[in-house]
């Protein structure tokens, strides 16, 4: 892992590699990186305009490159459907599944299923699109589902009691809490695909401190006086911040159900992150798996897999 970067990145023609959230930010630049290696990438994004504009700049930039765009709206079920209806119509393998998109601490506010936004956006958006196109992963060999979670999750906990932010609502307690279910998320698809015997991985990564889009649009004044500062202070390029999900996507030595992130915390070499307790915890991992399973009606039927006991 030492000093590897999206230079490293081998020839990737023929592999289809889908990035949601891939019109800015760290998801636009491993549109970039992959790309630029010959990848066909899928950009799966809510607003089809800002997605062709990136397109549009990638292209000018790399006239040959394979992109290509389909509409999805991750706060959306009827969309996480209809996207996976088109993807699987139009492309006959799946290499790469970067589940990358996300919102960070907004005001209080539900997706259209009635969801709380963040967790709803970030991890039950993300559950059910995986679910939906676990068919297509399952067919091409050596594929990946790579899971972007922050630095955030060490201040997560999973409010099972209140999990919709419901009764209260604090927006970077609901993050920390969507950034942890990331996690859960990904160690518990890893156990059930290898309960399978299935071949596809499952990983989880973190960009460290990357200055995004995420960190232009506060919430409140505290933000928009804290946020300037982190950046400006520990802030890396998006760039550099997608560094980790595209060696979670691409380098041979991934290990399935691992985590991968910055040396540093917020920037640095590539390095295996260590798991909190609470991202450790199974009892955890299978209860969010069976309760994301009934809120979204996505239950992954194309493995036939056992459950964790949940107590």
Same mark, same amino acid.
């Given at each position: 892992m030492k000093g590897w970067s999206a230079k490293d990145i081998p020839d990737q023609s023929g592999r289809v590699i889908v990035i949601t959230g891939a019109n800015s930010g760290i998801g636009y630049e491993s549109v970039v990186a992959l790309a630029g290696k010959n990848a066909h990438v899928v950009m799966a994004c809510r607003s089809l305009e800002k997605a062709e504009r990136a397109r549009q700049e990638l292209l000018a930039r790399a006239p040959k490159a394979m992109v290509d765009i389909l509409r999805l709206d991750?706060? @959306?079920?009827?969309?996480i459907h209809g996207f996976a209806e088109e993807f699987d119509a139009a492309y006959d393998r799946l290499d790469v599944l970067m589940?990358?998109?996300?919102?960070?601490?907004?005001?209080? @506010?539900k997706t259209v299923d009635g969801f709380e936004s963040q967790i709803g956006t970030n991890h039950l958006g993300h559950f059910a699109l995986t679910g939906l196109v676990l068919p297509k992963l399952l067919k091409t060999p050596n594929s990946r589902v790579v899971t972007l979670s922050s630095y955030a999750n060490l201040a997560g906990w999973i409010n099972f009691h209140d999990l919709q932010s419901s009764k209260r609502y604090i927006g970077w307690v609901a993050y920390c809490q969507s950034k942890l279910a990331n996690i859960l998320f990904a160690r518990e698809l890893q156990h059930i695909l290898t309960a399978a015997q299935a071949e596809p991985i499952s990983v989880a990564v973190h960009p460290g401190h990357a200055v995004t889009n995420l960190q232009t649009h506060p919430a409140n004044w505290f933000d928009a006086f804290i946020l300037p500062i982190a950046n400006s202070t520990m802030g890396q390029s998006a760039e550099a911040g997608a560094t980790y999900q595209l060696y979670a996507a691409i380098a041979p030595e991934v290990v399935g159900g691992e985590f991968y992130g910055p040396k540093y915390v917020l920037r640095g070499e590539v390095i295996h992150e260590r798991y909190t307790a609470r991202a450790k915890n199974n009892a955890d991992a299978a209860r969010l798996w069976q309760i994301s399973e009934q809120l979204t009606g996505v239950h992954y039927e194309a493995l036939n897999r056992p459950l964790r006991q949940v107590a």
């Open positions: 991750l706060g @959306s079920l009827q969309s589940n990358n998109a996300g919102i960070m601490a907004p005001p209080y @506010s």
